[in-house]
């Protein structure tokens, strides 16, 4: 990939996370033209660049119940990196159960690619895909974003 390709991409996973103190995670949302196995391919890689990331699988992990295939992949991917996922309040806030960490996801089609981001308060994670005839396959490098 050209490098001036490159940059509305990287400004564009960039502004996607701007936020002010007040602003909070963002909701999630995915597009409905990412569906089957491309959903499920960026959901898995996702998943699985978030659990390297994340070290401990022992925090549950809050998702905001969304039935796109997405979403549907994106839960499914991170039970089998061992993570609990926790979908409603009730769950939650259930006496003795650890606090859950609140994952967002974004999924937006740009350029011709597809932006995908995983975002929780301690840290963000973005890569472009490119689709094609229903498959998705990593068009940049993966962007870490670290929070204190």
């Given at each position: 990939?050209?490098?001036?390709?490159?940059?509305p991409i990287v400004l564009a996973l960039n502004l996607a996370g701007c936020q002010t103190a007040t602003d909070g995670l963002s909701t999630s949302a995915a597009p409905a033209d990412v569906t089957g196995p491309a959903a499920g391919a960026i959901a898995g890689d996702m998943a699985g660049r978030f659990a390297e990331q994340a070290g401990s699988r022992t925090t549950p992990?809050?998702?905001?119940?969304?039935?796109?295939?997405f979403a549907v992949a994106?839960?499914?991917?991170?039970?089998?990196?061992g993570f609990a996922i926790v979908t409603d309040d009730k769950s939650a806030n259930e006496k003795g159960a650890a606090k859950p960490v609140e994952l967002t996801y974004s999924i937006v089609a740009a350029d011709g690619q597809v932006l995908a981001r995983?975002?929780?308060?301690?840290?963000?994670?973005?890569?472009?895909y490119s689709v094609s005839n229903g498959v998705a396959t990593p068009a940049s490098p993966l962007s870490l974003m670290k929070r204190n």
């Open positions: 990939m050209q490098l001036y390709r490159l940059i992990i809050k998702l905001h119940k969304d039935t796109s295939e994106l839960e499914a991917a991170l039970k089998g990196w995983l975002s929780t308060d301690a840290m963000e994670l973005g890569r472009a």
